[in-house]
């Protein structure tokens, strides 16, 4: 079993939709997960950080739930502009090692 | 602010040759990595380091080789290029304070290509 776990997707969803991404881990003593975007033939690029239960930054929320090992992103009214790989990433204990899923690819349509 | 600098953007080897793919960040971060990116496999780590003098291996370390003699630098070296090692290379920096690890800066990449 992988570390970290992605749903790969595609997910289709009509400008203004509401989209939500899993993503679970199987290392319990992580300490920190991530979301990165990642646009095509491009660097990943920061999207939130989470460390405790959860974060919000506009349109997108991530939530934690340690008790069922997953991190979730939320991005609300979807827009054109949002259509990437979405790649979370758990950091280990001692804050050294970072491991990411493999990405779910997002389409946001017209 | 230069961020994190990979060279080259792109590099063709033939298979058995040896090559260093260069790293370097001016943000005085101690955490480097370097990944792979291959299609439907994500990214993987394949080497870290946590402070100059200081390496690790990753999840597929074998075939590259790292060294940290400065914070700034982190080289990936190619031993022995084999097609297996066609990939995307992601050099990353990032760094910590009393609340935590923050996430990665990422290089644009090199496509390395084994023929």
């Known amino acids: 079993r992988k570390e970290v776990e992605q749903d790969p997707g595609p997910f289709n969803v009509p400008e203004g939709a509401t989209v939500a991404f899993n993503c679970t881990y199987s290392?319990?003593?992580?300490?920190?997960f991530f979301w990165y975007r990642q646009d095509c033939r491009k660097e990943p690029k920061l999207l939130m950080s989470?460390?405790?239960s959860g974060n919000e930054d506009g349109r997108f929320t991530a939530q934690l739930n340690r008790a069922s090992q997953y991190i979730s992103l939320l991005i609300r009214d979807s827009k054109l502009s949002d259509s990437a790989t979405y790649l979370c990433a758990s950091l280990g204990t001692g804050g050294f090692k970072t491991i990411f899923g493999a990405g779910t690819r997002l389409f946001v349509k017209a | 602010n230069a961020g994190v600098t990979q060279t080259p953007k792109f590099q063709v080897l033939k298979t058995g040759q040896s090559m260093t793919l260069q790293c370097a960040q001016d943000?005085?971060?101690?955490?480097m990595s370097w990944y792979r990116q291959d299609p439907g496999m994500g990214l993987r780590l394949i080497h870290y380091s946590v402070g100059a003098g200081i390496t690790d291996q990753g999840e597929v370390p074998n075939g590259y080789n790292v060294s940290r003699s400065t914070t700034e630098d982190f080289p990936l070296r190619l031993l022995s290029a084999a097609p297996s090692q066609t990939s995307v290379y992601f050099c990353a920096s990032s760094y910590t304070t009393g609340t935590g690890t923050y996430g990665y800066t990422f290089g644009s990449g090199t496509r390395l290509t084994v023929v």
């Open positions: 989470v460390y405790s």
């Open positions: 943000m005085n971060h101690e955490y």
């Open positions: 290392n319990s003593a992580s300490q920190s």
